[in-house]
């Protein structure tokens, strides 16, 4: 079998889909429930495949289960994160896309072809139309950027004039052009993470996998890099997988996320669905530094009963994510009552979805009114406890 030729340079941006929702209050907004993707037009566009993926490693302490029977799709053009525990079978997904792990049962298509069928010279042919990045940039310290970003095309005999003009274009791409004669001892992990960048996309792939590559980084250079990556994204029209065991990462650049638990898929979705509503244990154990948790001063102070004395009830309001593409009303808090106060929470805005948690205190004698009032969506309110005033 052959493979065609990859996918011309700049086809021009993608842009994604944006869901515009029009609602009046968050009562309103939670009533009409919008959980299911928009109707396509287009049927989706299954990139890689994955066909109940088994992994099983023998060794002396006996056979690890890395992977349970997985099963689902990324489609072209996304972004779509796996993410899970240590020890979850994220890597061992991503390696069995290019057989660098090859499955014990099961299958991983790409364009339809089942990658385990594939005869050497054709596993040349697909490791070239897929990219991929590490967490520690694999450079070759003794090689200047341009030898290192070059080095595919000089192993496929690519003519050097050639090599030259593509590794020009890439280093401009990645913002490294007036590195190309440096070391990478003398380039900072941002740079390093670039170079390597580049050098996944010599051969021009249509896929890219990212394997932790801003675990090694600052936040600043993660920023960066996570930039560049939905640039790419954007700009070249590649399909990127990637993992990772930060849900900022996700956060910022995925389209879907499966998350990983014990080598088997325990939820997965579009971000801001599975962000704003976790089901599964793993996904909220891994969610908890996002989630905007009761501070521990309150949870100190909380009582599961004020016995008749004055106090105020702690409120955990979630806002799922689900339509409020306007953000949450100001008048749905406000009509709390004045004396309500704003304690802790944060929101976070998704592909157009407001979410996040509030935590909110209410004078308990006016809890019983509040609630009557019907001021906010019952199922998305918690009472946490109470808190004497005196405290
Ligand atoms: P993650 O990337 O989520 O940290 P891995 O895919 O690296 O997880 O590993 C999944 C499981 O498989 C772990 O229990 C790990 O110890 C085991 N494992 C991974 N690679 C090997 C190997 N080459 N030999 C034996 N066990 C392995």
Redesign the pocket.
Known sequence: MSFEPAMPYAPGLSEIPVRGLSINDVHDSVRRVVSGPLPSAKPPDVHIAFENLQ?H???RKGT????RDVSFNVERGEIFGII????????????AINML?SPSAGRVRVDDIDVGSLNEDALVALRRRIGMIFQHFNLLSAKTVRENVGLPLRVAGVKPKITHERVDALLELVGLRDKADAYPAKLSGGQKQRVGIARALVHDPEILLC??ATSALDPETTQSILDLLRDINRKLGLTIVL?T?DMSVIREICHKVLV?DG?QVVERGEVWEVFGNPQADATRALLRPLLHDLPQDLADRLVADLRGHPGEAILKVRFPGNGLPGGVPFAALAALGQGANLLHGGLDRLRGHAQGNLLISVPAQDWNEVQARKTLPAAHVEVLGYVHADT
């Open positions: 992994k490693y023998s060794g690890v289960i890395a992977l899970g525990r240590s020890g979850a079978g994220k890597s061992t997904l991503l390696r792990e394997d932790e993992i065991h990983l080598g």
